[in-house]
């Protein structure tokens, strides 16, 4: 049997090259901690990257986090996929006529227009979108505040991405900032149609996130993730307690988290 290459370094190095803020990179446990989303979403989003989920994260204006977002949930990939940042249109061409051997995870870091490292705009972000296959997920994040504005602003001109296409995105997730802090406001997860239903939002009163679909979390992605649904029960219990005990040993630092889940959480679940 082939060994499986970890790609953990190359990965933490790609992620942390997300960093806007300066610092450290923040992990799930430091968002959880701030309120900025629920320990049982983020349990469900870690999950949802570990088997390989194409993500994307908005906000209306840009510094509410949801690049911090992204590079916390990012450090949940399973080690033998290589995190791969699209620095321009020239790489999708490339991409399209090349195959690996392992699974890659096709990092834009922002769909925007702009001189900026990794943003991607105009028929590139189509081209990036035909990529995804079931060798090839796709994180990214872009400026919207809700999901119909964002489906708008990726199916008009000048992006045009189908929306069968979009189907292909497991989970859109959305952010605001204000006096109450930085928030996680919706969640929307792929439904069983081809389309995406509200799974998570935020009650501002309760400042909680409530889980709001009628299906669980396992129903709607057993078959997605070709995973029986007590499998994903068993799993989102099992990283909801890591997730909870890493919080209480005080385990924050991005890079240890995801360590401490390679060699704890993956062994005991496969």
């Known amino acids: 049997m082939k060994k499986v290459k970890p790609y953990t370094h190359e990965n933490l190095l790609a992620i942390n090259n997300l960093n ?32 390989n989920g194409s993500f994307l994260t908005a ?55 702009g001189p900026y490292f990794s943003y991607l705009w105009g028929n590139g972000v189509a081209r990036y979108f035909g990529l995804i296959n079931r060798d090839r997920s796709l994180v990214s994040n872009l400026h919207a505040e809700t999901y119909d504005g964002a ?6 001109h000048p992006l045009s991405v189908a929306r069968d296409v979009l ?8 952010m605001k900032a204000g006096a109450y802090g930085r928030r996680v406001t919706e969640i929307w997860y792929a439904d069983t149609n081809g389309s995406h239903i509200p799974a998570w939002k935020w ?15 396992s129903k709607l992605f057993s078959a997605r993730f070709h995973q029986k649904e007590d499998t994903l029960k068993t799993r989102i219990s099992a990283l909801q307690a890591y997730l909870h005990e890493a919080m209480n040993q005080h385990i924050t ?7 401490e889940f390679l060699h704890r959480f993956l062994p005991a679940s496969d």
Request: with cysteine; proline share 3%; net charge negative.
């Open 20 to 51: 806007q803020r300066g610092g450290r990179m923040l992990s799930l446990c430091d968002l959880i901690t701030a309120g900025t989303l629920s320990l049982e979403a983020a349990a469900e989003l870690a999950l949802i990257a570990y088997y």
């Open 59 to 113: 906000a209306g204006p840009g510094g509410v986090g949801k690049t911090t977002l992204m590079a916390a949930i990012l450090a949940f990939l399973p080690p033998g996929t290589e995190i791969m940042t699209i620095t321009g249109s020239g790489m999708l061409s490339e991409l399209g006529t090349r195959t690996f051997d392992h699974h890659l995870c096709l990092l834009v870091h922002e769909i925007g227009s």
């Open 151 to 156: 489906v708008s602003q990726l199916k008009g």
């Open 167 to 174: 189907a292909h995105i497991d989970f859109f997730a959305f």
């Open 203 to 217: 009650d501002r009163k309760m400042d909680s996130l409530l889980y709001v679909a009628a299906l669980p979390f």
């Open 253 to 259: 630092h991005l890079e240890k988290l995801q360590r």
